[in-house]
Structures are given as structure tokens and as C-alpha cells.
Antibody, heavy 115, light 113 residues
């Protein structure tokens, strides 16, 4: 079982870019798929997208034009960038291990979009 | 997208009693090619990361107590806690991974009566 820890700013201004990182410990990032999931306040979980260590990605079509997920194998980290944010992007953001089934999760980090 | 619906936002069950959580998908998540239902259940306790409990609709993840069981096929699924323990207080989510994007239900909160 690996451990995951999200990090990044808790407050982002509208129209700017949300950037988060996820540090993986207890295992190599090279072996698995890695995913970002979010949960807006009072709403359900939403899959954002995943990356494999090779760099191959897939994104939720509803977010595809604004999302980039990248990986830094030397740091055992993967990252999320979400452009042109609005209040609707306010959510707890989770990183997780897995492509479609998520066996390990971080505790999540709240990102608020507000001026 | 496949819409996952959990009809109950919450339910209260006495300790030692059975808890039943339902989930319905807007389309079948049963694959004809391998006869598997692409349906998972997660448990989310306050202050902790979500935890995978069940996948393929009825396969328990390693280490999950056998009081948790999953059933159903096609579009209708159930997570059953056979004898509710205090540590089972949590929000439970179903998730389909049959088609992109994988989608989750809204969650059902289980509390002690």
C-alpha cells in the first residue's frame, strides 16, 4: 500500500490556474496509473483524469480543454493543472492510485476559487 | 456519461443490525465479453481518505471484513453490512468503471440509530 499526499495553494483567483502536486511514498510511481478526483462541496465525486508513468493520459471530456496531468518520476510525484478556473472548480481534490479502480487515496486538499 | 444514483442520502441502523445501501446505474455496467459488472464500492470516513471495499460488484478488497458484501448485476446493485459496527459509520459511494468517464454515486451516509 502506497501513501499519497496532495499539496498546493488552497486559494486560487477566478480565471487563474489551479496547480496541485501529489507525492507518492512507499512505492515507485513507475508501476501504476495515477488519478485526480475532486468533490465539490455537497456534491459527488468527479473523475478528472489519469496518467501512467510513461506519460500517457486520459481526461474527463467535461474538463479536457482545461486539464493537464503530468508526472515527475525523479521526484515520485504527479501533478494537476486546471486552467481558467471558476467558482465551480471549488472542491476537495484527491490524488489516487489506479486507472479506474482506486486502491489508495490521499486525504484530499480543499481548493477554493475566489477573488 | 453513465449516471449513478444512490436513492438514500443517509440511513440510520442499530449496532449489530443489517445496513443495505442501494445503487442504480443509468445503463448496464455488465460486460457481455467477460460477464463482469464494472461496479465498485468505497467507504469514506471523516478525516480519512476513501477506501476501496468492493470491486467487480461482489469481490472484497484484501483486508475488508466479511461483514461487507456486494451484490447485483446490470443496473441495480447493493452493498450490505451484515452486522453494523461503530467503526462502519461513514459515507459509502458506488462507482462504475465500465465506460469513460468513470462516475460515482452521490454517496449514502450510514449512522448509528
Amino acid at each position: 500500500q502506497v501513501q499519497l499526499q496532495e499539496s498546493g495553494p488552497g486559494l486560487v483567483k477566478p480565471s487563474e490556474t489551479l496547480s496541485l502536486s501529489c507525492t507518492v511514498s512507499g512505492g515507485s510511481i513507475n508501476r501504476y496509473y495515477w488519478t485526480w478526483i475532486r468533490q465539490p462541496p455537497g456534491k459527488g465525486l468527479e473523475w478528472i483524469g489519469y496518467i501512467y508513468a510513461s506519460g500517457s493520459t486520459d481526461y474527463n471530456p467535461s474538463l479536457k480543454t482545461r486539464v493537464t496531468i503530468s508526472v515527475d518520476t525523479s521526484k515520485n510525484q504527479f501533478s494537476l493543472r486546471l486552467n481558467s478556473v471558476t467558482a465551480a472548480d471549488t472542491a476537495v481534490y484527491y490524488c489516487a492510485r489506479g486507472q479506474w479502480l482506486f486502491e489508495d487515496w490521499g486525504r484530499g486538499t480543499l481548493v477554493t476559487v475566489s477573488s | 456519461d453513465i449516471v449513478m444514483t444512490q436513492p438514500s442520502d443517509s440511513l440510520a441502523v442499530s449496532l449489530g443490525e443489517r445496513a443495505t445501501i442501494n445503487c442504480k446505474s443509468s445503463r448496464s455496467v455488465l460486460s457481455i465479453s467477460n460477464n463482469k459488472n464494472y461496479l465498485a464500492w468505497y467507504q469514506h470516513k471523516p478525516g480519512q481518505p476513501p477506501k476501496l471495499l468492493i470491486y467487480w460488484a461482489s469481490t472484497r478488497e484484501s483486508g475488508v471484513p466479511d461483514r461487507f458484501s456486494g451484490s447485483g448485476s446490470g443496473t441495480d446493485f447493493t452493498l450490505t453490512i451484515s452486522s453494523l459496527q461503530a467503526e462502519d459509520v461513514a459515507v459509502y459511494y458506488c462507482q462504475q468503471y465500465y465506460s469513460i468517464p468513470g462516475t460515482f454515486g452521490q454517496g449514502t451516509r450510514v449512522e448509528i440509530k
